[in-house]
């Protein structure tokens, strides 16, 4: 009988101990749903980790140029900056006030270029902001066909139009009335812009040039690099943007000329 007793008490004991580790075998369970919320909370970590990945600094015209810091000599490569205190101490001949823009509402575009060299270089334009993006897309439109350009500054640079023109610089931004008129050209709002204009110049009704150096470009029959004729795709990159081109005009002609409202 002790011996009965004493096998129930082992009976007992071990039942018990079989029960308090199932209990902690149970008890286990509910971390679960902790690891879960655990897990779920993985992906909000991981997008807040991704999100400083896009460069704040440089403005990349395509996602797969934003990686490189320094963009191959081939790859195209753009920045839109606002005129900060300096930009706009160099702006003595193209701003002054009075101006029909504000310089809170022009931009810096710095834009890749193909030169005649063959060689890749960093221009500037200044435009309105509003066509700061469009043109971007135009310049990369460029870019990619090979389209030469023969430098890209700032009108300050040159002091006034006809330097820039007799340079053959490409610009955009200058507070000038237009060629031959009153008002504002649309240059002055920022509006429009002058590509390789030497070989490309304005061409009066009657044939005539206003620069001299320019009239080796009069005959538009030429198909030298740098040219502008109807049909090109450089014609078709502004129009993309629903820019305007001054050699579609009838009697005078601007071959240089694209603007946002075709003027
Ligand atoms: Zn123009």
């Known amino acids: 009988m002790r ?14 101990a079989a029960c308090t580790s199932a209990s902690r075998t149970r008890r286990a369970a509910p971390p679960r749903p902790a ?16 999100a400083p990945a896009p460069s704040p600094t440089t403005r990349p015209a395509r996602p797969g140029t934003s990686a490189a810091v320094a963009p191959a000599a081939s790859a195209f490569h753009s920045s839109v900056t606002t005129i900060d205190a300096a930009t706009a101490a160099t702006m003595t001949s193209s701003w002054r ?14 834009l890749s270029y193909w030169g005649f060299d063959r060689a890749s270089h960093d221009g500037r334009l200044v435009v ?18 090979r389209f030469p350009i023969e ?5 300050d640079a040159y002091g006034d139009d006809d330097a820039s023109v007799a340079a053959d610089n490409t610009s955009a931004f200058n507070c000038r009335p237009p060629d031959g008129g009153g008002g504002w050209s649309e240059h002055a709002y920022g509006l429009a812009v002058d590509v390789n204009p030497l070989r490309n110049p ?4 009657d044939g005539t040039v206003k620069l001299a150096v320019s009239r080796p470009w009069v005959d538009r029959s030429q198909q030298a690099p ?12 502004f129009a993309s943007i629903g820019w305007g081109w ?11 000329h694209f603007s946002a409202n075709g003027h």
């Not at 690891?35 to 991704?50: E, I, N």
């Open 3 to 16: 011996l009965t007793c004493v096998t129930l008490a082992l009976v007992v004991a071990l039942v018990l």
């Open 35 to 50: 690891l879960a919320t655990t897990t779920a909370a993985v992906p909000a970590s991981t997008t807040t980790t991704s």
């Open 97 to 110: 006030p009075g101006c029909p823009v504000a310089l809170s509402d022009l931009r810096v575009l710095t």
């Open 128 to 145: 309105n902001s509003r066509a700061a993006q469009p043109l971007t897309t135009v310049f990369r439109r460029l870019f990619d066909l």
């Open 151 to 155: 430098r890209m500054q700032p009108i």
């Open 202 to 205: 304005y061409v009066h009704a």
């Open 226 to 237: 740098g040219m502008l004729h109807a049909g090109d795709p450089v014609v078709g990159a």
């Open 246 to 256: 001054g050699g579609s005009w009838s009697g005078l002609r601007d071959y240089q």
